[in-house]
Antibody
Framework: EVQLVESGGGFVQPGGSLRLSCAAS????????IDWVRQAPGKGLQWVGR??????????TYAASVKDRFTISRDDSKNSVYLQMNSLKTEDTAVYYC??????????????WGQGTAVTVSS | IQMTQSPSSVSASVGERVTITCRAS??????LAWYQQKPGKAPKLLIY???RLQSDVPSRFSGSGSGTYFTLTINSLQPEDFATYYC?????????FGGGTKVEIK
């Protein structure tokens, strides 16, 4: 079964840090990019960032709202992607999903999603 | 690129047809996807490339449009279709999503 499973969410104070993990299974992880998408409580979806694969030099791209605070990395030996979140703000409170861009299409829609992990930033 | 969905909510009965629109602030060709999301669940991809049905998605779902105007149509609404639907621009970072359309039971 193709699957993404997030972990690592929790409660953190403003200015704090948190590291989310996304474990992949059921597909050839090294062939794929993995993205992070978040959803604030009662709000819509917001793309956060992307981790490209080795063939694309493990490069990353971020949304402006998280650039310089969040870092995405991947460990191909563990079929995992990580989202390191630093200098957290209350507006980062959201459910964070990892998602796989659909293969074999030039566009970037997401055909596989994790179940999400909740992050709450509050004092 | 801004993505604007309308309506923000719609009430409909089982068996009815529902159409949701999504407008892009600039032309995006057919780089558009539609998702369904139920409460407490991850989004589910329904349609990509504006009109291509994702595998295992019922054929009562269809998408059309190109450029700046897109529609998602649900023919013969079923009980399991009551959910929130999002469009997404799929070509340019930061892959903006529309604000969502909640389909509720009348």
């Amino acid at each position: 079964e193709v699957q993404l499973v997030e972990s690592g969410g929790g409660f953190v104070q403003p200015g704090g840090s948190l590291r989310l993990s996304c474990a992949a299974s059921g597909f050839t992880f090294t062939d794929h990019y993995i993205d992070w998408v978040r959803q604030a409580p009662g709000k819509g979806l917001q793309w956060v960032g992307r981790a490209r694969n080795k063939a694309n030099f493990y490069t990353t791209t971020y949304a402006a709202s998280v650039k310089d605070r969040f870092t995405i990395s991947r460990d191909d030996s563990k079929n995992s992607v990580y989202l390191q979140m630093n200098s957290l703000k209350t507006e980062d409170t959201a459910v964070y999903y990892c998602a796989r861009p659909i293969p074999d299409w030039g566009g970037d829609a997401f055909d596989v999603w994790g179940q999400g992990t909740a992050v709450t930033v509050s004092s | 690129i801004q993505m604007t969905q309308s309506p923000s909510s719609v009430s409909a009965s089982v068996g009815e047809r529902v159409t949701i629109t999504c407008r892009a602030s600039q032309g995006i060709s057919n780089w558009l996807a539609w998702y369904q999301q139920k409460p407490g669940k991850a989004p589910k991809l329904l349609i990509y490339a504006a009109s291509r049905l994702q595998s295992d998605v019922p054929s009562r779902f269809s998408g059309s449009g190109s450029g700046t105007y897109f529609t998602l149509t649900i023919n013969s609404l079923q009980p399991e279709d009551f959910a929130t639907y999002y469009c997404q621009e799929a070509n340019t970072f930061p892959f903006t999503f529309g604000g969502g359309t909640k389909v509720e039971i009348k």
